[in-house]
């Protein structure tokens, strides 16, 4: 590969990858650079969480706060009105209609750089640094090789764990949160439990009781936590230049935690929601992350956080609304407590032991199968992606201490194990949450991406002057 060559290779189509494919192509548009963009699915910009058909399953940021452009805040919703002319910035839209719209732009930027962006359907398995003139090979699943000056990473979530060791036997019955098409073959009349409470679970509850009718459906997690609803409401919340109660860093988990409640009952007291209290809390959220020490994150990561989740991270109204009939009705019943162990049971179903929440005794339940939504696995190590794997065998990632994805510096520049940034090595995702907590959500992600590629446009200009695209080797 010559030395100056200016490709860019990007592993992942989904949200991460496709907004900063678009970025890209706009700030390198004097420059010309080729741009692939590797996905295992020819479809692009839906991802797992936007990939599906069932238009009840909703977004839980709301279309005025959920376009792919900072800078254009009404984007999706104009998009949305072409459609249906009453959505406003308060609605809450399907995430079918938001993966549409993420394929809509990416067309957009394509026809407006025209010969610039390629698309590869592949799965990379492997990144090799060349030594001589900088770069690197890219490896595909297929065994056909890339070659290219800079790689993106943009990989998405990685699949669940199940907390339990299971063999063979019993792990045929454990079923992924998005493999619709096994939830949609499951069989009526029987029992599911669904391991997990939060929004993939309440997700896959209404998939489940809009397609089939099992006789009863429980939903278990740890504490029995259920997300909590957004309000009613199109006004945005008050701002605050800075969370003046929380005191100067540094700061201890449980003086975090507690002065915050404490701003909850001001405010209440005033007469606001406790809504405002989060949202005002939201643009700062990573400066008081990187205050904290390691220990304080992990102790962070064992106490507190499913507290915040659920108060974080909202259904949206109807959504709630919904929850809250199925769990009236008794169609649903939410656990809380811990998975024992699971074994097949002779009649076609698993018994499971399960310990409730502060009791001694354990129970048995008999399901006809359990779907994983205990959450996507951030850490990096055994049951990594092959090519996280592979890079952190390389020195060329360093997994993040607290289990939270991998270590990027300001630039999104991946960190290597000599504690330097692999120059041309990039990461953009919800692994940085181990460097800003706040960075799974599209309104981060799109900030995130539109830096990344700013930087990216401005190496490739100091670097390059010619711009072949990737090559194949």
């Not at 200016?6 to 741009?35: F, R």
């Not at 060791?165 to 439990?193: C, T």
């Not at 000599?418 to 090595?425: D, E, R």
Request: aromatic fraction near 6%; charged fraction near 15%; proline fraction near 7%.
């Amino acid at each position: 590969m010559a030395s100056n060559s200016t490709s860019v290779i990007i592993v992942g189509g989904g949200l991460s990858g496709t907004l900063t494919a678009i970025h890209l192509l706009h700030y390198t548009a004097k420059q010309g650079v080729s741009i692939t963009l590797l996905n295992p699915t020819a479809t692009l910009g839906r991802g797992l969480a936007y990939r599906n058909n069932d238009n009840d399953l909703l977004l839980n940021v709301p279309a005025g706060n959920m376009s792919a452009f900072a800078n254009a805040p009404s984007h999706f919703m104009e998009f949305c009105q072409c459609i249906d002319p009453s959505v406003n910035e308060g609605s809450f839209m399907s995430r079918r209609l938001y993966g549409q719209y993420l394929e809509h732009c990416l067309t957009e930027a394509k026809m407006a750089h025209p010969g610039r962006l390629h698309t590869i359907v592949g799965e990379a398995c492997e990144v090799q640094a060349l030594s001589e003139n900088g770069g690197f090979t890219v490896k595909l699943l297929s065994g056909h090789c890339l070659a290219t000056q800079h790689v993106v990473l943009a990989l998405g979530h990685q699949p669940p764990r199940f907390p339990l060791p299971l063999e063979p036997v019993e792990r045929d019955w454990i079923i992924d949160a998005w493999d619709f098409d096994r939830l949609n073959r499951l069989p009526s009349g029987l029992p599911i439990l669904i391991l997990g409470t939060g929004h993939t679970a309440v997700d896959v509850l209404f998939h489940l009781t809009k397609r089939i009718r099992p006789c009863s459906v429980w939903m278990a997690s740890r504490r029995g936590l259920l997300p909590q609803a957004h309000r009613l409401s199109t006004n945005p919340p008050p701002t605050r230049l800075s969370p003046a109660y929380l005191g100067a860093p540094p700061l201890r988990t449980r003086e975090l935690m507690q002065r915050l409640q404490e701003e909850v009952a001001r405010q209440a007291h005033r007469g606001l929601d406790w809504r405002d209290v989060l949202n005002q809390l939201r643009a700062h959220t990573p400066q008081l992350w990187q205050a904290l020490s390691l220990t304080e994150r992990q102790r962070f990561l064992r106490h507190a956080v499913a507290f915040w989740d659920i108060h974080r991270h909202r259904l949206a109204p109807q959504a709630a609304e919904r929850l809250q009939s199925l769990l009236a009705a008794g169609t649903v019943q939410v656990l809380a407590g811990r998975l024992l162990a699971v074994h097949k049971a002779s009649n076609d179903s698993l018994a499971l032991e399960f310990k409730p929440r502060g009791q001694k005794t354990t129970q048995t339940l008999n399901v006809a199968a359990i779907i994983n939504c205990t959450g996507p696995n951030m850490t990096v190590g055994p049951d990594s992606q092959p090519l996280l794997q592979q890079l952190a065998q390389d020195g060329l990632l360093v997994p993040d201490p607290s289990g939270l994805g991998l270590q990027v510096n300001d630039r999104h520049q991946v960190t290597s194990a000599q504690g330097s940034a692999v120059q041309g090595l990039w990461y953009i995702g919800p692994m940085l949450k181990a460097r800003y907590w706040e960075a799974i959500a599209a309104p981060e992600l799109r900030l995130h991406a539109q830096h990344l590629a700013e930087d990216l446009a401005i190496q490739l200009a100091a670097h390059s002057t010619s711009s072949p695209r990737a090559a194949s080797l």
